[in-house]
């Protein structure tokens, strides 16, 4: 079965600085790959998605992630933070025959001044 | 171009009481997902529709909850009798299938629901 881990629940950093969130999954094929994040109160918005070819992919908001296969990995950076990137993230994998996407647990940026 | 349209946002009930959500999906989309999000579980898939029919329900936490989708644009979530535990924010999402959205989920702003 599919599954997502995401290593860091809360992560701090202060505005302008490079961020990473952490993301690695376990899928028996070529997984399709996504990236999506909620701000408070809200539902979820897809930042970028990988399914096959360049394993750099760019999203909306200045976002990019790499697919390292070899380490089952898919890590969401942005070079320098905003204050309104302030949100929690989440990392997905899927869809098998299920059609439905796997989520990570999340992780959850907060943005200092 | 609307998004995925759920009722109500937010809605508090007592425990026993019948609870219905509802989403409108895309137009032209033809898989609808009902996912549960609570602090301790993070997202849960509960059930899902391909062309108005349920594929997978196995995420359905008990009998107290049934979904349906008479229709491509209308699909209920209900709770029977409700419980504090079902207090979470229940979401909508739907996808087509094919390029270039292949995979990729379309969510609604979500329901919040608190059984007191």
């Known amino acids: 079965a599919q599954s997502v881990t995401q290593p860091d629940i809360h992560i701090t950093v202060s505005e302008g600085a490079s961020l990473e969130l952490r993301c690695n999954y376990s899928?028996?094929?070529?997984?399709?790959l996504f990236w999506y994040v909620q701000s408070p109160g809200q539902g979820l918005q897809l930042l970028l998605k990988y399914f096959s070819g360049d394993t750099l992919v760019q999203g909306i908001k200045g976002f990019e992630a790499e697919f390292k296969r070899s380490q089952s990995s898919f890590n969401l950076r942005k070079p320098s933070v905003h204050w309104s990137d302030a949100a929690e993230y989440f990392c997905a994998v899927g869809p098998t025959g299920r059609r439905a996407l796997t989520f990570g647990s999340g992780t959850r940026l907060q943005v200092q001044p | 171009d609307a998004g995925v349209i759920q009722s109500p946002r937010h809605e508090v009930t007592e425990m026993g009481q019948e609870v219905t959500l509802r989403c409108k999906p895309i137009s032209g989309h033809d898989y609808l997902f009902w996912y549960r999000q609570t602090m301790m579980r993070g997202l849960e898939l509960l059930i899902y529709?391909?062309?108005?029919?349920?594929?997978?329900d196995s995420g359905m936490p008990e009998d107290r909850f049934s979904a349906k989708m008479p229709n491509a644009s209308f699909s209920t979530l209900k709770i029977q009798p409700s419980e504090p535990r079902d207090s979470a924010v229940y979401f909508c999402a739907s996808s087509v299938q094919g390029a270039p959205h292949t995979g990729e989920l379309f969510f609604g702003e979500g329901s919040r629901l608190t059984v007191l």
């Open positions: 899928y028996g094929a070529t997984p399709y």
């Open positions: 529709f391909n062309n108005n029919v349920p594929i997978d």
